[in-house]
Protein backbone atom coordinates (compact mmCIF):
# COMPACT_ATOMS: atom_id res chain seq x y z
CA UNK A 1 0.00 0.00 0.00
CA UNK A 2 1.22 3.46 -1.09
CA UNK A 3 0.36 6.90 0.86
CA UNK A 4 1.43 10.32 -0.65
CA UNK A 5 1.12 12.92 1.87
CA UNK A 6 1.22 16.66 1.61
CA UNK A 7 1.94 19.77 3.48
CA UNK A 8 2.69 23.11 3.90
CA UNK A 9 -0.42 25.18 2.32
CA UNK A 10 -1.91 27.76 3.30
CA UNK A 11 -2.56 31.57 3.12
CA UNK A 12 -0.23 34.66 2.02
CA UNK A 13 -0.39 37.52 0.67
CA UNK A 14 0.34 38.79 -3.07
CA UNK A 15 4.23 38.58 -3.65
CA UNK A 16 5.15 36.51 -0.70
CA UNK A 17 6.61 33.01 -0.30
CA UNK A 18 5.57 29.14 0.17
CA UNK A 19 7.15 25.71 0.64
CA UNK A 20 5.22 22.44 -0.31
CA UNK A 21 6.54 19.31 0.73
CA UNK A 22 4.79 15.83 -0.43
CA UNK A 23 6.34 12.43 0.83
CA UNK A 24 5.67 9.18 -0.68
CA UNK A 25 5.69 5.68 1.96
CA UNK A 26 4.91 2.22 1.32
CA UNK A 27 4.68 -0.68 3.76
CA UNK A 28 6.68 -1.02 6.41
CA UNK A 29 9.96 -2.27 4.97
CA UNK A 30 9.32 -1.68 1.13
CA UNK A 31 11.33 0.27 -1.02
CA UNK A 32 9.44 1.94 -3.43
CA UNK A 33 10.43 2.80 -7.22
CA UNK A 34 9.26 6.04 -7.89
CA UNK A 35 9.43 7.55 -10.93
CA UNK A 36 8.70 11.02 -11.64
CA UNK A 37 6.80 13.32 -8.72
CA UNK A 38 4.93 16.58 -9.46
CA UNK A 39 2.65 19.07 -8.13
CA UNK A 40 -0.50 19.94 -9.97
CA UNK A 41 -3.47 22.33 -9.18
CA UNK A 42 -6.83 22.91 -9.14
CA UNK A 43 -9.00 26.38 -9.43
CA UNK A 44 -12.47 26.24 -8.39
CA UNK A 45 -14.37 25.52 -12.02
CA UNK A 46 -11.26 24.70 -13.78
CA UNK A 47 -9.54 21.20 -14.51
CA UNK A 48 -6.64 19.94 -12.68
CA UNK A 49 -3.40 21.53 -14.43
CA UNK A 50 0.36 20.57 -13.99
CA UNK A 51 2.43 22.80 -12.05
CA UNK A 52 5.37 21.49 -11.87
CA UNK A 53 7.23 17.74 -12.13
CA UNK A 54 10.72 16.30 -11.93
CA UNK A 55 12.52 12.94 -13.22
CA UNK A 56 14.24 10.71 -10.56
CA UNK A 57 16.79 11.81 -12.20
CA UNK A 58 16.58 15.62 -11.84
CA UNK A 59 14.79 16.82 -15.03
CA UNK A 60 11.76 19.38 -14.73
CA UNK A 61 9.27 20.59 -16.61
CA UNK A 62 7.05 23.77 -15.32
CA UNK A 63 3.85 25.23 -16.43
CA UNK A 64 4.41 28.53 -17.87
CA UNK A 65 2.56 30.54 -15.73
CA UNK A 66 4.65 29.74 -12.64
CA UNK A 67 8.47 29.47 -14.83
CA UNK A 68 11.03 31.72 -12.72
CA UNK A 69 8.70 31.73 -9.27
CA UNK A 70 8.33 28.30 -8.44
CA UNK A 71 11.47 25.58 -7.89
CA UNK A 72 10.92 21.80 -7.60
CA UNK A 73 12.94 19.53 -6.21
CA UNK A 74 12.90 16.25 -4.69
CA UNK A 75 15.16 14.48 -2.09
CA UNK A 76 15.18 10.33 -3.38
CA UNK A 77 16.27 9.18 -0.23
CA UNK A 78 13.58 10.41 1.37
CA UNK A 79 10.54 9.81 -1.14
CA UNK A 80 10.03 13.34 -1.02
CA UNK A 81 9.10 16.65 -3.81
CA UNK A 82 9.62 20.06 -2.78
CA UNK A 83 7.90 23.11 -4.50
CA UNK A 84 9.21 26.22 -3.81
CA UNK A 85 6.64 29.31 -4.44
CA UNK A 86 7.96 32.43 -4.66
CA UNK A 87 6.03 35.48 -5.77
CA UNK A 88 2.73 34.18 -5.47
CA UNK A 89 -0.07 35.74 -6.91
CA UNK A 90 -3.99 35.41 -6.40
CA UNK A 91 -4.63 33.69 -9.73
CA UNK A 92 -2.19 30.72 -7.70
CA UNK A 93 -4.88 30.12 -5.51
CA UNK A 94 -5.92 26.72 -5.82
CA UNK A 95 -5.84 23.15 -4.41
CA UNK A 96 -2.24 21.59 -4.70
CA UNK A 97 -1.81 17.84 -5.15
CA UNK A 98 0.81 15.58 -5.58
CA UNK A 99 1.74 12.85 -7.61
CA UNK A 100 3.66 10.01 -7.76
CA UNK A 101 4.43 7.98 -10.68
CA UNK A 102 5.66 4.50 -8.60
CA UNK A 103 6.60 1.03 -10.10
CA UNK A 104 4.25 -1.65 -8.30
CA UNK A 105 4.27 -5.11 -9.05
CA UNK A 106 5.70 -4.08 -12.55
CA UNK A 107 2.90 -1.57 -13.50
CA UNK A 108 3.61 1.88 -13.37
CA UNK A 109 0.80 3.44 -11.10
CA UNK A 110 -0.33 7.04 -10.50
CA UNK A 111 -0.58 8.20 -6.99
CA UNK A 112 -2.16 11.19 -5.65
CA UNK A 113 -1.83 12.67 -2.57
CA UNK A 114 -5.48 14.35 -0.53
CA UNK A 115 -4.87 17.82 -2.04
CA UNK A 116 -3.11 21.32 0.12
CA UNK A 117 -4.99 24.70 0.12
CA UNK A 118 -2.80 27.43 -0.90
CA UNK A 119 -4.84 31.05 -0.79
CA UNK A 120 -3.30 34.11 -2.11
CA UNK A 121 -4.43 37.63 -1.17
CA UNK A 122 -4.08 40.57 -3.21
Known amino acids: QVQVVESGGGLVQAGGSLRLSCAASGSTGSTLSINTMGWFRQAPGLQRELVAA???????NYADSVKGRFTISRDNAKNTVYLQMNSLKPEDTAVYYC?????????????WGQGTQVTVSS
Open 54 to 60: ISSGGST
Open 99 to 111: NAKIILLGVLRNY
